[in-house]
Structure formats: structure tokens, C-alpha cells
């Protein structure tokens, strides 16, 4: 291949190099053309159509290819053992692990599983005990789901937009891919979390009472783009979103989110969505609660009412103590929680420690956070670690000198809307702890979390 | 359990999901106490000393605790096959990949290696042409090893920082940990990114002509809280750097860096290091090219002198016609490609697209980039994605509608500092081409590229 590459010019080591990179590329190739899309070669009959139908006269989106991965040979196997010293044996050859990397087996972080009544419908939980920085690797993202994880072949997957609308369509992913897009880092956060701690401090670590948060790099597609593109009725007031899980999830969306703010994401942090998160299209309403989020999403149905379906109905309301519910209740208020020290962890002794945690509101950017040693006597204001971007998590730090005597730990915050995180005695001043006999009340808790150091350096969940 | 926890004001199936969950994070717990470190039970004696050493009477750092995970089952497995109505069948319990998430089976794209002399000392390429937003996914970061993936256990790591020192000093990474944290967003790139492309263009494929980029979110120690912990001497003008891998890497970094920016960086995009990324640690210098960026760091010396390693003279310096080198050319300049369209793909169509593409510069923000449609004969300016970050990838985006007529694209950037994206022809007027002939002069690649559009709609790699 040389020859006809004009190398001459180069050195003979650098030609055999460059050499070398051309047929890797061009196996590279051969491989995305004959795996997974037809993208490379032509342009399917169905494609064309279409695209032809959404944009005008273009076909369907073109994506990229892929090359099709080696063996995998993960670290710690049998055929990769830690060695004595590293300096003396090579490593293994670059892209041993198949060409998509593998975290080291020596960490050993998961998302715990806290079953519910069925095992389809459960969560997982974070580990936010040993997060750093404010984006959750997508393998660590919390989940929330009513029929477990749906596994959806993206080529086969349609989304149905209909309803009081001028024109009723259907997009696949690779339509949706055509249409300008946007990237924003948001946090999605479960209504559900902390709903054990509304009267006693049940769970004992971070990653129980506030592991149904996590923050990505969102791309999609502005829902108002595909909006007018179906020419939404003006007398529209409302928007049924549907999941294609096996719960069908179904939630009604107010018809000004869907035109401001609201997206049809697919991809996360840079790359396709996970399969627990939607793949291969979720519906995303930034700072809402995850619930509205519907995952694997199939179809949009605008309306001039609420649908009034189960989850909005007899799940996710919060029954008060008057009998009265709140209902519709989206935005995730501003919220804030000590990560380090945190439950179940030990000080080794007194001295010097980087206390540490996120902030984060449905409503804008954090303003500020503060952090009280005293059990809320004092605050100091804590640094915020930027960039602060708005309806996403706030990294923030606090240096403390613990002096061996017992503390308690708390952080509270402010958002740009002024709106500060409340004590657990004002929340339940104003929602009640009557909901609880009739499983209501549990949502939106997000009341200062309270953590206790004892002289031995044991850090204990408290209300405080 | 119940009853100790006084569930009694929850209704009988709130008490039954409580209580599960107090099950469920307990034999989370009691497995992080018998797993992988001794940290919730004991703190070991080897810690203590250490710690007591560096921050005066504290102990080492308190890591958190990880549940062990459950068996994987794999989306796409024998064990969980593609339904054909996904709402039909539930899907995969929660946590079904054994609490650390898997992308789904259907996404393909790699890290392509382009193979160099030695199979360990090889490089693998981000593929960029998939990417969205501004981080790459962990899994997909390029790698550039000269020895292959060092495989290190971090409980037995150390890094050695000694020379003109007040006092040598030895850390653990959990050493490291206690100090005051810092997390950024930062791209890294090699600085043989386009080594091909000086004279023709070599490589097809973005992935292969722009592929040694990657942005991650950096959580480290800033690398002067280090130096003023030992006492960096004042005639300490040079630090070298030293790896643990096989090809102990190592290079001479001028003081300032190190009391400016730099970082020992332990996470990357909120999770530990990636093995291939030098995990457990490696030295982070912002903007600098990406060899400077010693992984699995093990030793720091100060001295007044640079060292003169075989990487800063033999290597990785830039041969000029003139037959003078530039030597230590650290920083990574401004720098942009169109990653849609790029190269081997083809539209399908004339028609409506998002132009959309990276840029980046080792000297701050970027403030503008340029598409061009037509060779550099006009220009409009791009969209930039928020957040726009010093030193950090960027995402651009710009709207085309295509006439079906040939067209070659471009996209320049400026940096904060008013520095222009060049032309191929002016950054070879400055550099020269006669390195190439020594393989010298390869580094430091970043003109302008071209991608021609034919009237079929393929896309190839162009000088222009």
C-alpha cells in the first residue's frame, strides 16, 4: 500500500506506521459497513421516505460507523493478572478490553438494589458516598423502573406523535438525529428519594437517603422543534407521554414545558443512552421529577386535559394532612447533601478533613450552599465548585478541623430563586406526616440531612 | 426488623418496602466491610502513620464503601434476548448487569487501534465521528501507551516526591484523597493528533485524523498543595514526572506549571481513573500535550535543570527545516474539525443538516468558531454549545442546507487569547516539512480541516 500513498517523503519507521494506521482504518471500515448500519453503503428505501416525510425533501439521518470489537480481556482475569511490579512486564496491549474500556477491578462501587414489592418494579440507588466532581458515570446512574429494563433494537423503535395536532408522525432515532440538537449537563432526580426519612432516620449511608440523583450530559432534540413540526393546536393545553417498557408509563406534561425547556434525549454523556435509562429515546423535563422523565418513549399525545393516569393519580400526589393531595406537583425543590463524611463511614481520628457534597435545584442554579459542624448554631458558606450550571448538581467543599468532639454535620442551600432548603420540621409543618398511613405523602423530601460524628469518628444518620 | 423501627405509623406495604431496604443496605454494608477494604470496620496501622506524617496527627483518608456486585447478565445474552414487543414481557430486574450499567449490544462504535511499531507501544482513537455534547465517554477515551496498560493494585501504589525538597515524602492515593479536592472539565490530546495529515490526506476517518482527543471531568489534588506539604526548594526550576509502567515514562515540567494548574488527578468523570488513563493516579497539566500527562505517576523529583529524558529529545520535539528544533512545545494550540459530516460518511440527500463539530485550545476558552461550505471562500459563525470552559472541548453547531452541488467544509476557531486556527499552508510555512524525513516534525498538527462533500453525498478527507 505503500507505494501508492506517496510516502517517500518519510522516513522508513514513519512509513511503516502510517501504513500500518491506513489498513487498521480501512479494516476499521470494512467492519462498520458490514455490521451494524447499511449507513456507509446506500441509504435504505424506508430511510429515504421517511426522512422525506419530517424535513422536506431529506432523507433520514446519517449516522456513524462502528467498528466491531475485539476480544475482551478484562483486568483481573485469568489472563490479565495484577503483576508484582508493573515496571518490569508490559502492560497489555492498548484496546485489550475490545475497544470500550473497563473500570478497574479493584473498584468496586455499585448501584445497591432496594427491592419493592415486585422485583421488575425497583430501583437502584448511586453510590454518591464515592462520587467526585458532578457527573455520574452512566453505569453508576441511578434507576427507577415499573417493568424493569426494556430492551429495544433502535432500528425497530418508533415514536408516534399525535393528537390535536396538524399532522400526525412517526420519527425513528435516526430521524430525530437529523434535527438540530442540543447538549446540557441536567441532574434527573427520583420524587421518591429520601421518603424513609420523613420521620426517623431509617437508612444509614448517603447512598440510601439521596441515591435517586445523578447528573449526565444530555443530548437531544428540543421537543418544541418536533412540536412544530407536527403543528401542535393552539387550544393544546396538555401532553401524554408513554414509555415502551412493559409498564407503559404514562404521564400528563403541562403544554408550556413541552414548549420551553423539555427534550427527547439520545445520548448520555457522549454517547447513546443506557438501556436502564431509555434506550433509544427518553422524554427529558429538566429540574422536573424523574418520573416524568418517561424512558423508552413511544408516544406523545397533545391534549386539551390532563390524561389523569395511575402515576399521577394514586402514585406520585402527596396526600397532606387536611386530606387534601397535591397533585402535579413536577419541580424537584433545592436540595443539598453532605457526601463525605457521610453515614456508616469512620474518621480515623482529629485533624484535618474536606467536607463535601451536592446541591442541586429543579429551579435554576445553586446560589449558595453553607455548612454547619454544630448541628445548625453556625454556618459558613462553602465554595462551590465550578462551573454552578443551572438544574444541575453543585459540587461544594468545606475545610474542617474536627477537634475528636462529637459534631453534627448538616448543608443547606439557596437556589437563584432564593427559595432555601428547609429543616425537616418546616417541611412537615407544612406537608404532614398523615400521607404516610396511605403510602401518599412519601414524595419530594428534601429537608437538611443531618449527620452525626461521635468521638470515635463514627459518622451516624440523625435528624438533628 | 420491623418492629425496632418503629414502622408502625407507615400502612403495611410502605413497612414491608422500608423494611427491604434496611435488609438490602445492610448486606450492602456487611459486604463493603469484607470486601475490598478495611475502612468501615478498622482503620490499619500502616494508615495511621502515614497519615500522621503528612497532615499533622490525621490519619489517612476514609474511603467509602462498596457493595459487591451480582452476577452480569448482559443485555443481548443468551439470558436476555430482544423481545419482540418490549411492552409484552418485563424486562431485566433492575440491576440486572450487576450494579455497574453496560451499554446496550446495539452500539458499536470503539476505540480503533492503529497499530506503531511495538504492539505495546500502540494508541487507540476516540471516536469522535459518534461523539455528542462535550465528554467522551470513560470507555471511549483515546489511549497512547508506550509500555501498554500498566496494571496496578492502588493499595500498593505510592508516589515518591523527593529532590530539592525540604523533606521526601511518600503518598498513597488515599493519602491523596485527604487533601483539598478540586474537579474540572479538561480535554487532553496527544500532541501526535494529525501526525498523518501534514502533507496529503493520509487517514480517511475523523476518528483516525483527529481521534487523540477526549474530554473528561478531572477530580485530583492541585499538584502545589503537594509541593508546599514537601517544601519545594526557591532555585527548583524543573520537576520530572515518572510513570509506573513499563516504559517508566518520564518528563521534565517547568515549576510554574506545577504551582499553577496542575493537578495528581485520581477520577475521571466521577469515578476512579480508567486503567488505561494511569489509574490510580496520574499528573494532570491542563492545555499541555497529552505525553506530559504522566499516568500511574510514581515519582516527582524538583531540580534545577530539566532532565533531558529520551521523550524530550528524541521524541516529541519539532524538527525544523532550518535543522533547529523546538524542544519542550507543550502547549496544545487552538484547534476544531467537523465531526458531522466527516469523512467515509456519505448524505443521503440534498436537504437540511446540523453541521456540528469540537474545538478546543490549551490556552483557555474558545471564543469563536467559523464553518465554511465552500472551501474557506466565506464564513458564518457557529453556535457554541454553553458551557463553554477554558481548555475543555466545545461543541459547535451550525445549520446547512445542502444544494446537492460539491461542497468542502471547514471549521476554524479563536481562542480567549486571539490566536487563529491556521491553514495547512501557514502552519507548514512556519514549521516545515523536512522533519518529516526524521520523524521530528509530526507533532503539534492542528490546521484546518477540510471534508469535500461530492454530489452523491460522500464525504472525503481533503486538502483544501
Not at 57 to 77: D, E, H, I, L
Not at 268 to 286: D, H, I, K, S, W
Not at 317 to 330: E, M
Amino acid at each position: 500500500m505503500t507505494k501508492e500513498l506517496d510516502l517517500d517523503f518519510y522516513d522508513a519507521k514513519t512509513r511503516r506506521m502510517i501504513d500500518a494506521m491506513r489498513v487498521a482504518e480501512e479494516q476499521m471500515l470494512k467492519e462498520a459497513r458490514r455490521a451494524s448500519s447499511p449507513y456507509m453503503t446506500d441509504i435504505t428505501r424506508r430511510q429515504v421516505l421517511r426522512g422525506a416525510v419530517i424535513v422536506g425533501g431529506a432523507a433520514a439521518a446519517v449516522p456513524m460507523f462502528s467498528g466491531a470489537a475485539g476480544a475482551a480481556v478484562p483486568p483481573g482475569s485469568a489472563d490479565w493478572p495484577v503483576p508484582a511490579d508493573p515496571t518490569k512486564v508490559h502492560g497489555r496491549v492498548t484496546n485489550a478490553e475490545g475497544g470500550y474500556g473497563l473500570r478497574s477491578p479493584f473498584e468496586k462501587e455499585v448501584r445497591v438494589r432496594f427491592p419493592t414489592a415486585t422485583k421488575e418494579s425497583s430501583w437502584t440507588f448511586t453510590p454518591l458516598e464515592s462520587g467526585q466532581g458532578i457527573v455520574t458515570p452512566s453505569g453508576l446512574h441511578f434507576e427507577r423502573h415499573h417493568g424493569g429494563t426494556a430492551f429495544i433494537d433502535p432500528a425497530k423503535h418508533e415514536l408516534v406523535v399525535h393528537g390535536m395536532v396538524g399532522k400526525a408522525m412517526k420519527y425513528t432515532v435516526e430521524d430525530l438525529k437529523r434535527f438540530p440538537s442540543v447538549s446540557k449537563f441536567y441532574f434527573i432526580e427520583c420524587s421518591g428519594n429520601g421518603l424513609t426519612e420523613w420521620k426517623k432516620p431509617y437508612l444509614k449511608t448517603v447512598q440510601g437517603t439521596h441515591g435517586l440523583t445523578s447528573t449526565s450530559e444530555w443530548t437531544g432534540v428540543p421537543l418544541s422543534t418536533i412540536m412544530a413540526e407536527v403543528g401542535v393546536k393552539e387550544g393544546s393545553t396538555w401532553m401524554l407521554a408513554e414509555g415502551g417498557d412493559s409498564a407503559v408509563m404514562t404521564r400528563s406534561i403541562p403544554i408550556a414545558k413541552c414548549w420551553g425547556d423539555a427534550m427527547l434525549a439520545y445520548s448520555q454523556n457522549g454517547e447513546a443512552l443506557r438501556p436502564e435509562q431509555g434506550y433509544p429515546m427518553r422524554l427529558l423535563l429538566p429540574g422536573w421529577e424523574g418520573n416524568t422523565h418517561i424512558k423508552w418513549v413511544r408516544r406523545l399525545e397533545f391534549s386539551d386535559a390532563p390524561f389523569m393516569t395511575r402515576e399521577e393519580t394514586s402514585k406520585y400526589t402527596d396526600l397532606l394532612d387536611n386530606g387534601k393531595a397535591r397533585q402535579f406537583s413536577f419541580v424537584m425543590e433545592a436540595k443539598s447533601v453532605i457526601t463525605f463524611p457521610s453515614g456508616e463511614m469512620r474518621l480515623p481520628g482529629p485533624g484535618d478533613y474536606e467536607i463535601t457534597g451536592l446541591a442541586w435545584s429543579g429551579r435554576g442554579r445553586i446560589r449558595r450552599v453553607e455548612v454547619s459542624v454544630d448541628g445548625g448554631q453556625s454556618w459558613r458558606v462553602a465554595e462551590l465548585q465550578n462551573p454552578v450550571l443551572p438544574i444541575c448538581h453543585t459540587r461544594f467543599r468545606s475545610w474542617w478541623r474536627w477537634d475528636g468532639k462529637p459534631a453534627i454535620l448538616q448543608s443547606r442551600c439557596v437556589d437563584e430563586t432564593g427559595y432555601t432548603q428547609p429543616t425537616i420540621k418546616q417541611l412537615v409543618d407544612v406537608r404532614g406526616l398523615g400521607g404516610h398511613a396511605k403510602f401518599a405523602s412519601i414524595y419530594h423530601f428534601n429537608a437538611i440531612q443531618s449527620w452525626a460524628v461521635d468521638k470515635d469518628g463514627g459518622v451516624k444518620n440523625v435528624h438533628a
